[in-house]
Each structure stands twice: as structure tokens, then as C-alpha cells.
């Protein structure tokens, strides 16, 4: 069976659970709390810069929730998450790559780690001016990026695929930051959040979530309240 060392509800953790999820995969989530000084050797071994999640697979460990993404389709080719058509695997990396690169730093760290982790955690006040920021400068343009490639139900060619659990894990984690995505403004982007978190691997993955994000007590969790969980 396959191990996930991470965060339950990190959205870098979740892109490989609902990646596993997808191809019928078993796994064990082993939870990680990257801001600790006693981390797990294999984890600290596999990730040098300390980030979940890793993936031990046998006796193969990777880090970099793409890089695990690609390496499980390679190993289990049979239930593809990356598209096949050259033109949609290029761009389910495009989108995956602007979710990674230059979106999730200002949900999680802009939003998410300044309104809850850093000081719940660290004791350290809101950095009340990067979270304005992010929500003014940073997020919006993106959203707007993603607003515009998404041109059917799909990121990335008519089948739910990689690109799609990434966008939608990162939206997952703005609503728990405190926020909601603007419907009137993105309403493309808003129907498909819906649509992806009712796919059925997000179906079980928030399902197994959803406990370990309500005994955190510290996450918005009305969107999954609105969704059954």
C-alpha cells in the first residue's frame, strides 16, 4: 500500500489523494506537520525543503505533489490523469503550473497561514497587510487566468483529469481561508468547483478529509457544509 506523508487538508495533499483516489489506488495517509522540529527521517530524507506531501511508494520516495502526479501515471498508466492528446497534456500542465507557481502562494500563504496556522500556531499576529494584498493584488488575476482557459466542463480536454483536482483543491482551500469565489465575477470558475468537488474521487477524499478539517477547529468549512460533509 501506498503511503502519503502530508497534511490532511493541505491542498498539495490532497492533489495526491484525489489522484489516487482516481486510478483506485490504496494508500495510508500519515499526518505531517511540516512546522515541527521532530519530522520523520524518510520524510526529511525524501523532501529536503521540508514541503508536503511526499509519496512512498515500496522503496521509492518523491516529493513535489506534480512530480508525484506524473509518477503515478507513468506506474499506472491504465487510469491516466494527464491527457493523452499532446495539446491537452500540455495544457493540463499549463494550468497545474499556474495553480502551483503563482496562485497557491497567496491562498495559503497570504490567506490561509496568516488568518489561521501562523497564530494559532506560532503566536504571531495577521499579517493584515499581505492578506489585503493578496486578495486585491494577487489572487483575482489568476482566478481571471483560469476564468479564461476553462473553455468547457474540463480544464484540459473533455475529461476530468489532473489539472482539475489541482484548481479545485486550491479553490477548496480559499474557502477555507475565510472566503468565498465570487460567482458573479468568475462564473465559470464557480460552476466548476461545484462540479468537481461532486466528482467521485473528490466525493470519497472529502470524505475522509472532512473529519481531521472539523477536529482542527480552525478552518471556514461552510462550503463543506453546504456540500453534505
Do not use: C
Amino acid at each position: 500500500m501506498k503511503k502519503v506523508l502530508g497534511v490532511p487538508f493541505s491542498a498539495h495533499t490532497r492533489k495526491v489523494i484525489v489522484g489516487l483516489v482516481a486510478k483506485g489506488l490504496a494508500y495510508k495517509l500519515e499526518p505531517i506537520v511540516p512546522l515541527r522540529p521532530d519530522l520523520p527521517a524518510e520524510f526529511v530524507e525524501a523532501s529536503p525543503l521540508r514541503k508536503v506531501p511526499v509519496l512512498i511508494d515500496g522503496g521509492v520516495s518523491i516529493a513535489d505533489s506534480t512530480v508525484i502526479a506524473l509518477y503515478l501515471d507513468r506506474v499506472h498508466s491504465e487510469r491516466p490523469l494527464y491527457p493523452v492528446d499532446p495539446a491537452a497534456y500540455a495544457k493540463a500542465l499549463f494550468v497545474e503550473e499556474l495553480v502551483d507557481g503563482a496562485l497557491a502562494e497567496h491562498v495559503l500563504h497570504g490567506l490561509l497561514f496568516q488568518r489561521v496556522f501562523r497564530p494559532a500556531f506560532l503566536k504571531q499576529p495577521t499579517d493584515d497587510a499581505l492578506v489585503a494584498s493578496s486578495l486585491r493584488d494577487k489572487i483575482p488575476p489568476r482566478f481571471a487566468d483560469l476564468e479564461k482557459l476553462l473553455v468547457g466542463e474540463w480544464f484540459a480536454g473533455a475529461s476530468f483529469s489532473q489539472a482539475d483536482i489541482t484548481v479545485a483543491s486550491i479553490l477548496l482551500n480559499f474557502h477555507y481561508a475565510g472566503e468565498a469565489l465570487d460567482a458573479g465575477r468568475f462564473p465559470k470558475l464557480s460552476e466548476f468547483l461545484t462540479r468537481a468537488l461532486a466528482a467521485r474521487p473528490f466525493v470519497e477524499a472529502l470524505g475522509r478529509e472532512a473529519p481531521a478539517a472539523r477536529e482542527l477547529g480552525l478552518l471556514d468549512l461552510s462550503l463543506l457544509a453546504r456540500l453534505g460533509y
